[in-house]
């Protein structure tokens, strides 16, 4: 009987502090009661990956893939955590969003917490919104000759994000916000233009990815830069649409660690 080969995640950096990881689509960060059921989580994989315990500092939603870090000790889990609270922690998205959306702008829209049936049952049902901002830039446009909806063509943006804040779902929400949903939301998308992209692009993932994060070192303080690369689904997009070229280049990453979009 053939052994299986246990699951591993594409490190991207490590040292004796940190680790960090290109998070897949479809893996949460650990456990928790809104996915009883699943069995995979990328804490319990990168702590046997590497032999060793690693602290979470932030998070990224389930179906979101791309850079995701672990602290080696809680010394500096409580540093790095302190970076994201602070919102010191540079980071950037890229997303394919349905219609034109505008060149750039600044989505400062306050979010209430979106609460989950069975994780939150024990807490109030009403939050108050928290301040949340969302820097966006648009790279490229598209028009295909395929009535998606009610017009002959439809039109799709890939866009640029750097999020101040990090509300739960935020730029998922933010660009539902003004009108311009992420592609492969379940939730906060269109099921039309999802199932689409499903069967013409063979793509059934959320086109939402974490392609770099920039912070100040735990020990020591030295400015760090970390790029992820896209999956095979969202570089299958991109291919059909013409925008490979989009995704930040090592030197684009410069901008990014400087706060890109102020």
Same mark, same amino acid.
Request: aromatic share 8%.
């Given at each position: 009987?053939?052994?299986?080969?246990?699951?591993?995640?594409?490190?991207?950096?490590?040292?004796?502090?940190?680790?960090?990881?290109?998070?897949?689509?479809?893996?949460?960060?650990?456990?928790?009661?809104?996915?009883?059921?699943?069995?995979?989580?990328?804490?319990? &994989?990168?702590?046997?990956?590497?032999?060793?315990?690693?602290?979470?500092?932030?998070?990224?939603?389930?179906?979101?893939?791309?850079?995701?870090?672990?602290?080696?000790?809680?010394?500096?889990?409580?540093? &790095?955590?302190?970076?994201?609270?602070?919102?010191?922690?540079?980071?950037?998205?890229?997303?394919?969003?349905?219609?034109?959306?505008?060149?750039?702008?600044?989505?400062?829209?306050?979010?209430?917490?979106?609460?989950? +049936?069975?994780?939150?049952?024990?807490?109030?049902?009403?939050?108050?919104?928290?301040?949340?901002?969302?820097?966006?830039?648009?790279?490229?446009?598209?028009?295909?000759?395929?009535?998606?909806?009610?017009?002959?063509?439809?039109?799709?943006?890939?866009?640029?994000?750097?999020?101040?804040?990090?509300?739960?779902?935020?730029?998922?929400?933010?660009?539902?916000?003004?009108?311009?949903?992420?592609?492969?939301?379940?939730?906060?998308?269109?099921?039309?233009?999802?199932? @689409? @992209?499903?069967?013409?692009?063979?793509?059934? +993932?959320?086109?939402?990815?974490?392609?770099?994060?920039?912070?100040?070192?735990?020990?020591?303080?030295?400015?760090?830069?970390?790029?992820?690369?896209?999956?095979?689904?969202?570089?299958?997009?991109?291919?059909?649409?013409?925008?490979?070229? @989009?995704?930040?280049?090592?030197?684009? &990453?410069?901008?990014?660690?400087?706060?890109?979009?102020?």
């Amino acid at each position: 009987m053939t052994k299986l080969e246990p699951e591993t995640c594409e490190v991207l950096y490590r040292d004796e502090h940190l680790v960090a990881i290109n998070k897949p689509s479809g893996l949460l960060v650990h456990r928790s009661p809104i996915d009883r059921h699943e069995t995979r989580f990328a804490l319990q &994989l990168v702590r046997d990956q590497i032999g060793q315990h690693v602290y979470p500092v932030h998070r990224l939603d389930k179906p979101t893939s791309g850079v995701l870090l672990f602290a080696l000790s809680s010394d500096s889990a409580r540093r &790095l955590s302190a970076q994201f609270a602070a919102g010191t922690v540079g980071k950037h998205y890229l997303a394919v969003v349905r219609g034109y959306c505008p060149e750039s702008g600044c989505i400062d829209y306050p979010l209430r917490e979106e609460l989950d +049936r069975i994780a939150d049952r024990d807490r109030a049902r009403e939050t108050p919104a928290r301040k949340a901002i969302t820097h966006y830039r648009r790279l490229a446009t598209v028009e295909i000759p395929l009535a998606v909806e009610r017009y002959p063509q439809t039109r799709y943006s890939l866009v640029s994000l750097r999020p101040e804040t990090g509300r739960k779902h935020q730029l998922r929400r933010h660009l539902k916000h003004i009108g311009y949903p992420v592609i492969g939301d379940a939730k906060h998308g269109k099921g039309v233009h999802n199932r @689409f @992209f499903s069967a013409q692009y063979d793509c059934r +993932r959320l086109l939402l990815a974490c392609t770099a994060l920039a912070f100040a070192h735990p020990v020591g303080g030295r400015a760090m830069v970390l790029q992820a690369a896209l999956d095979a689904p969202f570089r299958r997009v991109l291919a059909a649409f013409g925008w490979l070229e @989009f995704p930040p280049s090592a030197g684009q &990453l410069e901008t990014i660690a400087q706060g890109w979009g102020e």
